[in-house]
Protein backbone atom coordinates (compact mmCIF):
# COMPACT_ATOMS: atom_id res chain seq x y z
CA UNK A 1 0.00 0.00 0.00
CA UNK A 2 0.71 3.46 -0.71
CA UNK A 3 2.21 5.09 2.48
CA UNK A 4 1.88 8.32 0.84
CA UNK A 5 -0.18 10.44 3.52
CA UNK A 6 -1.75 12.17 0.33
CA UNK A 7 -2.52 8.82 -1.43
CA UNK A 8 -4.42 7.82 2.17
CA UNK A 9 -6.40 11.54 2.65
CA UNK A 10 -7.72 10.56 -1.30
CA UNK A 11 -8.84 7.42 -0.55
CA UNK A 12 -11.10 8.88 2.25
CA UNK A 13 -12.98 10.62 0.25
CA UNK A 14 -15.30 8.83 -1.64
CA UNK A 15 -18.80 9.56 -1.25
CA UNK A 16 -18.08 13.55 -0.57
CA UNK A 17 -17.27 14.69 -4.06
CA UNK A 18 -20.05 17.75 -3.95
CA UNK A 19 -18.69 18.62 -0.36
CA UNK A 20 -16.16 21.79 -0.15
CA UNK A 21 -12.77 20.18 0.65
CA UNK A 22 -11.80 23.68 1.27
CA UNK A 23 -13.11 27.59 2.15
CA UNK A 24 -11.25 30.46 2.48
CA UNK A 25 -12.96 33.15 3.63
CA UNK A 26 -16.35 31.96 3.16
CA UNK A 27 -15.67 31.58 -0.63
CA UNK A 28 -15.34 27.71 -1.60
CA UNK A 29 -11.91 26.61 -3.12
CA UNK A 30 -12.36 23.23 -4.21
CA UNK A 31 -14.53 20.29 -3.37
CA UNK A 32 -13.32 16.91 -2.49
CA UNK A 33 -14.15 15.60 -5.62
CA UNK A 34 -12.05 18.54 -7.35
CA UNK A 35 -9.08 18.06 -4.90
CA UNK A 36 -7.24 15.57 -6.92
CA UNK A 37 -6.82 17.87 -9.72
CA UNK A 38 -6.26 21.21 -7.68
CA UNK A 39 -3.49 18.86 -6.44
CA UNK A 40 -2.11 17.55 -9.71
CA UNK A 41 -1.96 21.11 -11.28
CA UNK A 42 0.54 21.73 -8.35
CA UNK A 43 2.43 18.92 -8.88
CA UNK A 44 2.56 19.20 -12.70
CA UNK A 45 3.69 22.97 -11.78
CA UNK A 46 6.54 21.87 -9.85
CA UNK A 47 7.48 19.27 -11.69
CA UNK A 48 8.14 22.09 -14.67
CA UNK A 49 10.12 23.84 -11.93
CA UNK A 50 12.64 20.76 -12.00
CA UNK A 51 11.18 19.16 -8.38
CA UNK A 52 11.58 15.66 -8.36
CA UNK A 53 11.04 12.47 -5.58
CA UNK A 54 13.18 13.24 -2.56
CA UNK A 55 13.94 16.58 -3.07
CA UNK A 56 13.09 19.43 -1.13
CA UNK A 57 10.98 22.32 -1.50
CA UNK A 58 10.69 25.22 0.98
CA UNK A 59 8.07 27.72 1.51
CA UNK A 60 7.26 30.75 3.26
CA UNK A 61 4.05 32.27 3.20
CA UNK A 62 1.26 33.63 5.14
CA UNK A 63 -2.01 31.26 5.41
CA UNK A 64 -3.86 31.00 1.86
CA UNK A 65 -5.20 28.57 -0.39
CA UNK A 66 -2.61 28.59 -2.72
CA UNK A 67 0.17 27.45 0.57
CA UNK A 68 -2.42 24.16 1.12
CA UNK A 69 -2.39 23.00 -2.89
CA UNK A 70 1.16 23.47 -2.80
CA UNK A 71 2.02 20.92 0.16
CA UNK A 72 -0.32 18.69 -0.87
CA UNK A 73 1.22 18.48 -3.90
CA UNK A 74 5.20 18.58 -2.34
CA UNK A 75 3.69 15.51 -0.35
CA UNK A 76 2.07 14.08 -3.90
CA UNK A 77 5.23 14.57 -5.67
CA UNK A 78 7.26 12.71 -3.33
CA UNK A 79 8.91 15.37 -2.11
CA UNK A 80 9.78 16.65 1.52
CA UNK A 81 7.82 20.43 2.39
CA UNK A 82 10.12 22.85 4.16
CA UNK A 83 7.50 25.66 6.00
CA UNK A 84 8.91 28.37 7.06
CA UNK A 85 7.78 31.57 9.86
CA UNK A 86 6.77 34.61 7.06
CA UNK A 87 8.06 36.90 10.14
CA UNK A 88 11.67 35.17 9.44
CA UNK A 89 14.09 38.02 8.09
CA UNK A 90 16.12 37.34 4.74
CA UNK A 91 19.39 36.69 6.52
CA UNK A 92 17.48 33.91 8.62
CA UNK A 93 16.33 32.49 5.70
CA UNK A 94 19.36 32.48 4.11
CA UNK A 95 20.70 29.87 6.81
CA UNK A 96 17.98 27.60 6.43
CA UNK A 97 18.05 27.33 3.56
CA UNK A 98 21.79 26.54 3.46
CA UNK A 99 20.73 23.33 5.77
CA UNK A 100 17.60 22.27 4.23
CA UNK A 101 19.32 22.44 0.72
CA UNK A 102 15.59 22.91 -1.55
CA UNK A 103 15.49 22.87 -5.16
CA UNK A 104 12.71 25.32 -5.00
CA UNK A 105 11.74 28.32 -2.83
CA UNK A 106 8.39 29.23 -2.78
CA UNK A 107 7.28 32.50 -1.24
CA UNK A 108 4.31 34.75 -1.39
CA UNK A 109 5.49 38.14 -2.73
CA UNK A 110 5.39 39.50 0.28
CA UNK A 111 7.61 38.30 2.52
CA UNK A 112 11.36 38.79 2.69
CA UNK A 113 13.98 36.68 0.72
CA UNK A 114 17.48 36.97 0.88
CA UNK A 115 18.74 38.14 -3.04
CA UNK A 116 18.27 35.73 -5.84
CA UNK A 117 21.82 34.26 -6.47
CA UNK A 118 20.40 31.79 -9.26
CA UNK A 119 21.34 28.65 -7.34
CA UNK A 120 17.88 27.81 -6.18
CA UNK A 121 14.62 27.55 -8.23
CA UNK A 122 12.36 30.58 -7.35
CA UNK A 123 8.35 31.00 -7.44
CA UNK A 124 5.74 33.41 -5.85
CA UNK A 125 2.82 31.77 -4.65
CA UNK A 126 0.15 34.56 -5.46
CA UNK A 127 -1.83 33.78 -8.29
CA UNK A 128 -0.77 37.14 -9.79
CA UNK A 129 2.36 38.39 -11.15
CA UNK A 130 5.44 36.80 -12.88
CA UNK A 131 7.12 33.79 -11.91
CA UNK A 132 4.06 32.62 -10.27
CA UNK A 133 4.18 28.88 -9.02
CA UNK A 134 -0.22 29.51 -8.72
CA UNK A 135 -0.18 30.97 -11.80
CA UNK A 136 1.66 28.18 -13.71
CA UNK A 137 -0.18 25.84 -12.50
CA UNK A 138 -3.58 27.09 -13.78
CA UNK A 139 -2.11 26.92 -16.89
CA UNK A 140 -1.42 23.21 -16.86
CA UNK A 141 -2.93 19.36 -17.17
CA UNK A 142 -3.05 17.79 -13.56
CA UNK A 143 -1.27 15.08 -13.00
CA UNK A 144 -3.39 13.07 -10.05
CA UNK A 145 -1.09 10.54 -9.51
CA UNK A 146 0.58 10.53 -6.26
CA UNK A 147 4.09 9.35 -5.72
CA UNK A 148 4.35 6.15 -3.92
CA UNK A 149 6.36 6.42 -0.79
CA UNK A 150 7.32 4.10 2.18
CA UNK A 151 6.23 4.90 5.71
CA UNK A 152 9.72 5.67 6.71
CA UNK A 153 10.27 8.40 3.80
CA UNK A 154 10.22 11.84 4.89
CA UNK A 155 7.50 14.05 4.45
CA UNK A 156 8.43 17.43 5.89
CA UNK A 157 11.32 18.84 7.64
CA UNK A 158 10.21 21.49 10.19
CA UNK A 159 12.27 23.79 11.64
CA UNK A 160 11.51 24.46 15.51
CA UNK A 161 9.85 27.23 16.49
CA UNK A 162 13.44 27.62 18.68
CA UNK A 163 12.27 30.17 21.16
CA UNK A 164 16.40 29.12 22.31
CA UNK A 165 19.38 28.40 20.51
CA UNK A 166 19.35 27.84 16.30
CA UNK A 167 16.35 26.31 14.42
CA UNK A 168 16.67 22.34 13.84
CA UNK A 169 14.81 20.76 11.47
CA UNK A 170 12.40 17.66 12.80
CA UNK A 171 12.15 15.23 10.13
CA UNK A 172 8.65 14.14 10.06
CA UNK A 173 8.60 10.84 8.36
CA UNK A 174 5.03 9.92 6.64
CA UNK A 175 4.11 7.31 9.10
CA UNK A 176 4.38 10.23 11.67
CA UNK A 177 1.88 12.08 10.20
CA UNK A 178 -0.99 9.28 9.12
CA UNK A 179 -0.61 7.35 12.60
CA UNK A 180 -0.87 10.78 14.50
CA UNK A 181 -3.77 12.15 12.33
CA UNK A 182 -5.35 8.71 12.87
CA UNK A 183 -5.26 8.82 16.65
CA UNK A 184 -6.80 12.15 16.92
CA UNK A 185 -9.66 11.30 14.45
CA UNK A 186 -10.19 8.65 17.14
CA UNK A 187 -9.48 10.70 20.20
CA UNK A 188 -11.48 13.71 19.38
CA UNK A 189 -14.66 11.88 18.16
CA UNK A 190 -14.30 13.12 14.36
CA UNK A 191 -16.43 12.46 11.12
CA UNK A 192 -17.48 13.39 7.94
CA UNK A 193 -20.26 15.78 9.76
CA UNK A 194 -17.67 17.98 10.87
CA UNK A 195 -16.10 21.36 9.73
CA UNK A 196 -12.95 22.86 11.38
CA UNK A 197 -12.62 26.58 11.81
CA UNK A 198 -8.95 26.74 11.04
CA UNK A 199 -7.03 29.79 11.84
CA UNK A 200 -3.37 28.52 12.81
CA UNK A 201 -0.33 29.39 11.07
CA UNK A 202 0.04 26.51 8.27
CA UNK A 203 3.86 26.97 8.42
CA UNK A 204 3.47 25.53 11.82
CA UNK A 205 3.03 21.17 12.79
CA UNK A 206 -0.31 22.91 14.64
CA UNK A 207 -2.12 24.38 11.76
CA UNK A 208 -0.63 22.04 9.25
CA UNK A 209 -0.75 18.42 11.23
CA UNK A 210 -3.61 19.16 13.53
CA UNK A 211 -5.87 21.55 11.68
CA UNK A 212 -5.74 20.87 8.39
CA UNK A 213 -5.05 17.00 8.47
CA UNK A 214 -8.17 15.99 10.04
CA UNK A 215 -10.46 17.92 7.87
CA UNK A 216 -8.55 15.69 4.96
CA UNK A 217 -8.36 12.82 6.73
CA UNK A 218 -12.16 12.79 8.28
CA UNK A 219 -13.72 13.87 4.93
CA UNK A 220 -14.66 17.08 6.88
CA UNK A 221 -14.41 20.95 5.44
CA UNK A 222 -11.71 23.13 6.60
CA UNK A 223 -12.75 26.88 6.89
CA UNK A 224 -9.42 28.60 6.27
CA UNK A 225 -8.34 32.00 7.24
CA UNK A 226 -5.23 34.26 6.69
CA UNK A 227 -4.86 34.82 10.47
CA UNK A 228 -6.79 34.41 13.99
CA UNK A 229 -9.01 37.56 14.08
CA UNK A 230 -11.24 36.89 17.34
CA UNK A 231 -14.26 38.98 15.50
CA UNK A 232 -14.06 37.22 12.27
CA UNK A 233 -14.02 33.60 14.60
CA UNK A 234 -16.84 34.69 16.17
CA UNK A 235 -19.17 35.69 13.27
CA UNK A 236 -17.82 32.03 11.54
CA UNK A 237 -18.72 30.04 14.57
CA UNK A 238 -22.21 29.16 13.97
CA UNK A 239 -20.66 27.62 10.57
CA UNK A 240 -18.82 25.04 12.02
CA UNK A 241 -18.34 22.28 14.22
CA UNK A 242 -14.61 22.76 15.98
CA UNK A 243 -12.63 25.24 16.87
CA UNK A 244 -8.68 25.06 17.46
CA UNK A 245 -6.44 27.23 18.39
CA UNK A 246 -3.33 28.53 20.89
CA UNK A 247 -4.22 30.21 24.50
CA UNK A 248 -3.92 33.92 23.45
CA UNK A 249 -7.29 32.90 20.88
CA UNK A 250 -9.07 31.95 23.67
CA UNK A 251 -8.21 35.09 25.93
CA UNK A 252 -8.92 37.12 22.80
CA UNK A 253 -12.01 35.46 22.33
CA UNK A 254 -13.54 35.68 25.92
CA UNK A 255 -12.79 39.52 25.81
CA UNK A 256 -15.64 40.23 23.44
CA UNK A 257 -19.07 40.63 24.48
CA UNK A 258 -20.40 38.45 21.66
CA UNK A 259 -18.22 35.56 22.99
CA UNK A 260 -21.70 33.52 24.34
CA UNK A 261 -23.03 30.41 25.10
CA UNK A 262 -25.21 31.04 22.03
CA UNK A 263 -22.46 31.69 19.83
CA UNK A 264 -20.70 28.75 20.67
CA UNK A 265 -23.85 26.49 21.09
CA UNK A 266 -23.20 24.73 17.74
CA UNK A 267 -19.35 23.85 18.19
CA UNK A 268 -18.30 20.40 19.74
CA UNK A 269 -15.49 20.35 20.39
CA UNK A 270 -12.50 23.15 20.87
CA UNK A 271 -9.29 22.30 21.16
CA UNK A 272 -6.22 24.58 22.53
CA UNK A 273 -2.66 23.59 22.91
CA UNK A 274 1.28 24.93 21.57
CA UNK A 275 1.25 27.08 25.16
CA UNK A 276 0.11 26.46 28.53
CA UNK A 277 -3.79 27.29 29.34
CA UNK A 278 -4.30 29.17 32.16
CA UNK A 279 -6.56 27.46 34.35
CA UNK A 280 -8.80 30.95 34.89
CA UNK A 281 -9.21 31.55 31.19
CA UNK A 282 -10.26 27.47 30.96
CA UNK A 283 -12.69 28.36 33.83
CA UNK A 284 -14.01 31.50 32.40
CA UNK A 285 -14.62 29.85 28.94
CA UNK A 286 -16.63 27.34 30.81
CA UNK A 287 -18.98 30.09 32.85
CA UNK A 288 -18.88 31.90 29.79
CA UNK A 289 -19.76 28.59 27.18
CA UNK A 290 -21.14 25.83 29.47
CA UNK A 291 -18.03 23.86 27.58
CA UNK A 292 -14.79 23.21 28.49
CA UNK A 293 -11.53 23.37 26.42
CA UNK A 294 -9.83 19.76 25.42
CA UNK A 295 -6.15 20.30 25.64
CA UNK A 296 -4.19 18.69 24.56
CA UNK A 297 0.19 18.43 24.37
CA UNK A 298 2.40 18.14 21.50
CA UNK A 299 5.61 19.50 19.76
CA UNK A 300 7.19 19.99 16.19
CA UNK A 301 9.48 16.64 16.77
CA UNK A 302 6.28 14.05 17.90
CA UNK A 303 3.26 15.84 16.32
CA UNK A 304 0.70 15.44 18.69
CA UNK A 305 1.46 13.59 22.14
CA UNK A 306 -1.22 13.54 24.65
CA UNK A 307 -4.23 14.93 25.51
CA UNK A 308 -7.53 15.81 27.37
CA UNK A 309 -10.25 12.95 27.35
CA UNK A 310 -13.16 13.81 25.16
CA UNK A 311 -15.48 13.66 27.35
CA UNK A 312 -16.60 16.78 29.43
CA UNK A 313 -15.65 15.78 32.88
CA UNK A 314 -12.28 13.83 31.32
CA UNK A 315 -10.67 17.52 30.14
CA UNK A 316 -9.08 19.04 33.36
CA UNK A 317 -7.81 22.09 33.69
CA UNK A 318 -4.04 22.56 34.38
CA UNK A 319 -3.29 18.62 33.11
CA UNK A 320 -2.49 17.43 29.18
CA UNK A 321 -4.37 14.23 29.75
CA UNK A 322 -2.81 11.30 28.31
CA UNK A 323 -0.68 9.70 26.11
CA UNK A 324 -2.52 9.48 22.29
CA UNK A 325 -2.50 5.65 21.63
CA UNK A 326 0.45 4.21 20.61
CA UNK A 327 2.50 6.65 22.12
CA UNK A 328 4.54 6.05 25.29
CA UNK A 329 5.60 8.51 27.90
CA UNK A 330 7.49 8.35 30.98
CA UNK A 331 8.51 11.00 33.40
CA UNK A 332 12.66 10.36 34.65
CA UNK A 333 14.68 11.86 37.32
CA UNK A 334 18.19 11.21 38.46
CA UNK A 335 21.47 10.56 37.77
CA UNK A 336 20.56 7.18 35.99
CA UNK A 337 17.06 8.97 34.27
CA UNK A 338 14.96 6.54 36.55
CA UNK A 339 11.09 6.36 35.73
CA UNK A 340 9.53 8.50 38.76
CA UNK A 341 6.62 7.55 40.74
CA UNK A 342 3.83 9.48 40.76
CA UNK A 343 3.63 13.35 41.46
CA UNK A 344 7.37 13.71 40.77
CA UNK A 345 8.55 16.50 38.08
CA UNK A 346 10.81 15.47 36.23
CA UNK A 347 11.66 15.28 32.18
CA UNK A 348 8.94 14.09 30.30
CA UNK A 349 10.45 11.78 27.45
CA UNK A 350 8.63 9.84 24.78
CA UNK A 351 8.56 7.42 22.02
CA UNK A 352 5.80 6.39 19.45
CA UNK A 353 5.26 6.08 15.11
CA UNK A 354 4.82 9.96 15.93
CA UNK A 355 8.22 10.66 16.99
CA UNK A 356 10.18 12.34 13.81
CA UNK A 357 13.56 10.42 12.85
CA UNK A 358 15.76 13.08 14.24
CA UNK A 359 17.14 16.64 13.16
CA UNK A 360 18.32 17.14 9.69
CA UNK A 361 22.25 16.92 9.15
CA UNK A 362 22.25 17.18 12.90
CA UNK A 363 23.61 13.62 13.90
CA UNK A 364 24.80 14.91 17.52
CA UNK A 365 21.48 16.85 18.15
CA UNK A 366 20.00 13.68 17.28
CA UNK A 367 21.61 11.47 19.50
CA UNK A 368 21.72 13.33 21.88
CA UNK A 369 17.72 13.90 22.08
CA UNK A 370 16.90 10.23 21.13
CA UNK A 371 18.34 7.55 23.56
CA UNK A 372 19.39 4.30 22.12
CA UNK A 373 16.09 2.62 23.56
CA UNK A 374 14.40 5.28 20.59
CA UNK A 375 12.81 7.25 24.11
CA UNK A 376 12.76 11.08 22.61
CA UNK A 377 13.83 13.68 25.42
CA UNK A 378 10.87 16.76 24.89
CA UNK A 379 12.78 19.13 27.09
CA UNK A 380 9.39 19.82 28.97
CA UNK A 381 9.34 18.76 32.72
CA UNK A 382 6.07 17.41 34.50
CA UNK A 383 4.38 14.50 36.67
CA UNK A 384 1.96 12.13 36.40
CA UNK A 385 -1.07 11.52 38.73
CA UNK A 386 -1.77 7.73 39.65
CA UNK A 387 -3.60 7.20 37.12
CA UNK A 388 -0.98 8.44 34.44
CA UNK A 389 -2.64 11.86 33.34
CA UNK A 390 0.23 13.92 32.55
CA UNK A 391 0.57 17.76 33.92
CA UNK A 392 3.38 20.39 32.21
CA UNK A 393 5.74 21.95 34.99
CA UNK A 394 7.74 23.47 32.32
CA UNK A 395 10.85 23.64 30.06
CA UNK A 396 13.47 22.20 31.53
CA UNK A 397 15.94 25.43 30.42
CA UNK A 398 13.15 27.02 32.28
CA UNK A 399 13.66 24.98 35.67
CA UNK A 400 15.11 28.13 38.30
CA UNK A 401 17.10 26.94 40.96
CA UNK A 402 17.46 29.16 43.52
CA UNK A 403 19.60 28.31 47.08
CA UNK A 404 19.85 24.59 45.96
CA UNK A 405 15.94 24.57 45.32
CA UNK A 406 14.35 23.36 42.10
CA UNK A 407 11.53 25.61 41.21
CA UNK A 408 9.34 25.18 38.62
CA UNK A 409 7.91 28.56 36.45
CA UNK A 410 4.32 26.67 35.54
CA UNK A 411 3.58 26.22 39.20
CA UNK A 412 3.75 29.62 40.30
CA UNK A 413 2.23 30.79 37.33
CA UNK A 414 -0.71 29.07 38.12
CA UNK A 415 -1.37 30.68 41.37
CA UNK A 416 -0.15 34.28 40.39
CA UNK A 417 -2.35 34.10 37.40
CA UNK A 418 -5.57 33.87 39.76
CA UNK A 419 -4.86 36.98 41.79
CA UNK A 420 -7.55 39.36 40.42
CA UNK A 421 -6.29 42.08 38.40
CA UNK A 422 -4.06 40.21 37.02
CA UNK A 423 -4.08 38.88 33.19
CA UNK A 424 -0.97 36.84 32.84
CA UNK A 425 2.53 36.00 34.35
CA UNK A 426 5.60 34.78 33.30
CA UNK A 427 8.07 33.16 35.67
CA UNK A 428 11.89 33.73 35.18
CA UNK A 429 14.88 33.30 37.06
CA UNK A 430 17.64 36.03 36.87
CA UNK A 431 21.45 35.74 38.31
CA UNK A 432 21.16 36.45 41.99
CA UNK A 433 24.92 36.94 44.27
CA UNK A 434 23.47 35.09 47.16
CA UNK A 435 20.70 32.70 45.66
CA UNK A 436 22.28 31.78 42.55
CA UNK A 437 19.07 32.06 40.69
CA UNK A 438 15.94 34.41 41.89
CA UNK A 439 12.59 34.00 40.99
CA UNK A 440 11.53 37.15 39.12
CA UNK A 441 6.94 37.48 38.20
CA UNK A 442 7.03 39.49 35.13
CA UNK A 443 3.11 39.99 34.94
CA UNK A 444 0.86 41.93 32.75
CA UNK A 445 -2.29 43.28 34.32
CA UNK A 446 -5.95 45.07 34.05
CA UNK A 447 -4.22 48.41 35.15
CA UNK A 448 -1.01 49.53 34.73
CA UNK A 449 -0.61 50.95 37.87
CA UNK A 450 -1.20 47.73 39.97
CA UNK A 451 0.02 47.36 43.07
CA UNK A 452 2.55 44.47 42.98
CA UNK A 453 2.16 44.06 46.97
CA UNK A 454 -1.71 42.06 45.89
CA UNK A 455 0.21 39.78 44.27
CA UNK A 456 2.84 39.49 46.83
CA UNK A 457 0.32 38.62 49.39
CA UNK A 458 -1.28 35.77 47.24
CA UNK A 459 2.45 34.54 46.78
CA UNK A 460 3.06 34.30 50.58
CA UNK A 461 0.15 32.70 51.83
CA UNK A 462 0.08 30.20 48.70
CA UNK A 463 3.72 29.23 47.99
CA UNK A 464 6.62 27.72 50.10
CA UNK A 465 8.87 30.82 50.75
CA UNK A 466 11.84 29.69 48.62
CA UNK A 467 9.33 29.95 45.66
CA UNK A 468 8.35 33.55 46.31
CA UNK A 469 9.42 36.15 43.67
CA UNK A 470 12.18 38.16 44.66
CA UNK A 471 10.84 40.87 42.75
CA UNK A 472 7.70 41.33 40.31
CA UNK A 473 7.70 43.57 37.52
CA UNK A 474 4.35 44.90 36.03
CA UNK A 475 4.73 45.45 31.96
CA UNK A 476 2.85 46.14 28.87
CA UNK A 477 3.02 42.94 27.33
CA UNK A 478 4.98 39.84 26.92
CA UNK A 479 7.23 39.50 24.08
CA UNK A 480 5.95 36.51 22.17
CA UNK A 481 6.28 34.19 19.46
CA UNK A 482 3.90 33.46 16.35
CA UNK A 483 2.55 30.88 17.83
CA UNK A 484 1.88 32.73 21.56
CA UNK A 485 4.51 31.53 23.59
CA UNK A 486 5.84 33.76 25.71
CA UNK A 487 9.95 34.60 24.79
CA UNK A 488 11.63 33.97 28.35
CA UNK A 489 15.20 34.54 27.11
CA UNK A 490 14.03 37.71 25.89
CA UNK A 491 12.70 38.38 29.36
CA UNK A 492 15.74 36.79 31.48
CA UNK A 493 18.00 38.87 29.02
CA UNK A 494 15.70 42.26 29.96
CA UNK A 495 15.67 41.65 33.94
CA UNK A 496 19.48 40.11 33.75
CA UNK A 497 20.91 42.80 35.94
CA UNK A 498 17.99 43.36 38.59
CA UNK A 499 19.82 41.87 41.60
CA UNK A 500 23.35 42.56 40.24
P1 LIG B 1 6.38 23.57 19.11
O1 LIG B 1 7.45 22.65 18.67
O2 LIG B 1 6.48 24.95 18.59
O3 LIG B 1 5.00 22.99 18.86
O4 LIG B 1 6.53 23.73 20.69
C1 LIG B 1 6.42 22.61 21.50
C2 LIG B 1 6.45 23.00 22.94
O5 LIG B 1 5.29 23.76 23.28
C3 LIG B 1 6.40 21.83 23.87
O6 LIG B 1 7.67 21.21 24.00
C4 LIG B 1 5.91 22.47 25.14
O7 LIG B 1 6.95 23.13 25.81
C5 LIG B 1 4.94 23.52 24.63
N1 LIG B 1 3.55 23.05 24.69
C6 LIG B 1 2.80 22.52 23.71
N2 LIG B 1 1.56 22.23 24.15
C7 LIG B 1 1.53 22.58 25.45
C8 LIG B 1 0.54 22.54 26.49
N3 LIG B 1 -0.69 22.10 26.26
N4 LIG B 1 0.90 22.98 27.71
C9 LIG B 1 2.13 23.44 27.97
N5 LIG B 1 3.10 23.52 27.05
C10 LIG B 1 2.81 23.10 25.80
Redo the contacts with the bound molecule.
Sequence with gaps: MNANLVAIFLSRHAGHEAKPALLWNGETVCTFGELPAAIGRYRAALAQLGVKQGDRVMLKAENSPHFALTYLAVLASGATFVPLNPAYTPSEVALLVEDADPVLLVHSAATAVPPDDGVIARATLEADGSGSLTRLAEGLEPDVSVAEMAETDLAAI?F??G?TGRPKG?MLMHRNLSSNVAALHEAWRFSDADSILHTLPLF???GLFVALHLGLYSAATVHLLGRFDAAKAVALLPTVSVFMGV?TFYTRLLDREDFTREATAGIRLFV??????LPSVFATFEERTGQRIL???????AVMI?SNLYEQDGRIAGT?GYPLPGVELRVVGGAGRQELPPGEVGEVEIRGPNLCAGYWRRPEATAEAIGPDGFFV???TGFRDASGRLT?A??SKDLIISGGFNIYP?ELEMVLAEVAGVTDVAIIGVPHPDFGEAVVAVVTAERPDMDPALIEAVAAEKLARFKQPKAIRIVPEFPR?A?G?VLKAELRQQFAGLFS
Design positions: LTSTAHAHPCGSAPLERYGMTETVTGDIGRANMK
